[in-house]
């Protein structure tokens, strides 16, 4: 018996649609030159949520439009009452057996997928990276400091994590421009300023906080404020990165670009891939303590220029993104609707398991081959693209791809 919800739209019931009436993502987009709107994934098409609130078909807030600048953020802060209501509502507007009237009205407010150009979804906050993922931290970590240090002694105790730039964050098949910076290699005194030769990805999630809070959070409360998740590609240059990276962590290897997937899958649809975060090593103090399975079980992947190089899953992850929120907030951290929270590299244990080139050609020693030559990081003109899939009982949500193509440095910015 397949868990497919089936819909009136052909296209949402196909076994291979990564937008099944199971998923009902969120995101922003536009058509020809038009405005930028608010919509909904259903099948091939888009459901025009800006238009729909507009007309009066459909409303979060009876009182408010809150759909009617191009990003979910107001829609975020009325909170998880109003998301599941919301998402109810359009479920059986779109469902199998609902009313003609509101087929012929649907139709009339949407969109086919392929004529939309996509926006950023919502309004980044503020972005915060974790390093959340075990074998990433153990990988670069013996690689930058040897197997007896590959951890550092915090890290089994609570998430790692920085504050990234919200400036830096752009919706997937936006270009990304190899940086600048101060490299330094070890056969040197002084550094030099060049374009970065080893500039990487990082497959990562990224949770969406919905409601915000003032002070601390238990894990729970953590996990009922997260929106939606998208996939996340921490673009990192690894050479700027060896060189700034003590005392304070990562600074300008971060700052050039992080891709997001363009579609935010809701929380509620991820319900049926919940699963536990890996055994501990030692025990959690009890504020950021596992209290039911919040990890999720999605199968991602990278593609350099559509060729598959690794492929792993959400379930790696050490800390669920609930645990680093709350671990966030411990200090009283505020956190905002539309705080975006990076997972940190995902890894598995395997080799073809490895979340960034960086692990991939262990730290450039080792060549990758590809079908467009061999690689250790990043070449000019190369398309990266993360992909993410949870694979349901006859249905799988998708996110969409959270693709980049890199350009070839600007000119010398200091000389002319
Ligand atoms: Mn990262």
């Known amino acids: 018996m397949s868990d497919l ?30 405005d930028l709107r608010c919509g909904v994934a259903i099948g091939d098409r ?30 975020m802060e009325l909170g998880p009452t109003t998301w599941y209501a919301y998402r109810q509502v359009l479920s059986m507007m779109l469902a199998e057996g609902s009313d003609e009237h509101v087929q012929d009205i649907v139709t009339t407010f949407s969109v086919p997928m392929a004529k939309a150009r996509l926006h950023m979804p919502f309004r980044v906050a503020e972005y915060t990276d974790f390093y959340a993922g075990r074998h990433h931290a153990t990988n670069v970590g013996t690689m930058f400091r040897g197997p007896e240090n590959a951890l550092p002694p915090n890290w089994l105790h609570m998430p790692i994590g920085y504050n990234g730039r919200a400036s830096s964050v ?9 940086p600048w910076g101060q490299l330094k290699s070890p056969d040197h005194d002084v550094p030099i300023f060049a374009p970065s030769r080893r500039f990487d990805i990082e497959l990562e999630m990224g949770a969406i906080v919905g409601v915000p809070s003032d002070g601390p959070l238990s894990v729970d409360q ?26 304070l962590g990562p600074f ?8 997001i997937s363009p579609w935010i899958v809701p929380a509620s649809a991820l319900a049926p891939f919940r699963c ?6 030692k025990p959690l103090l009890p504020h950021l303590a596992d209290t039911a399975p919040m990890n999720h079980d999605i199968d991602l992947s990278i593609t350099l220029n559509g060729e598959t190089i690794a492929q792993t899953n959400a379930n790696e992850l050490y800390y669920s993104a609930a645990q680093q929120l709350a671990h966030h907030a411990t200090s009283g951290c505020p956190m905002r609707a539309g705080d975006l929270l990076g997972s940190g590299t995902i890894s598995g244990p395997e080799k073809h398991q490895r979340g960034s080139l ?24 190369d398309t990266l693209a993360l992909h993410g899939v949870a694979r349901g009982n006859g249905y799988r949500l998708g996110f969409g791809p959270c693709t980049g193509t890199v350009e070839p440095a600007a000119k010398d910015p200091f000389t002319s």
């Open 46 to 75: 888009i459901v025009d949520a800006t238009g729909l609130e507009a007309a009066g078909h459909l409303r979060a807030d009876p009182e408010a439009d809150v759909l009617d600048a191009p990003y979910w953020n107001d829609f």
């Open 276 to 281: 536990a975060t890996p055994e501990r090593e």
């Open 5 to 34: 919800k089936r819909s009136w739209l052909d296209s949402a019931n196909a076994p291979d649609t990564d937008f099944p009436l199971n998923n009902l993502p969120y995101g922003v987009f536009s058509v020809d030159d038009g």
């Open 252 to 259: 300008q290897a971060k700052a050039t670009a992080t891709t």
């Open 222 to 247: 953590a996990f009922a404020n997260i929106f939606g998740y998208v996939l996340l590609n921490d673009w990192s240059a690894r050479d700027i990165q060896a060189w700034e990276y003590q005392p």
């Open 358 to 381: 960086l692990e991939l050609s262990w730290g450039g020693k080792e060549t990758i081959d590809t079908a467009s030559g061999p690689r250790t990081f990043i070449e000019d003109g």
């Open 170 to 178: 752009v919706v997937s098949g936006t270009p990304v421009k190899r």
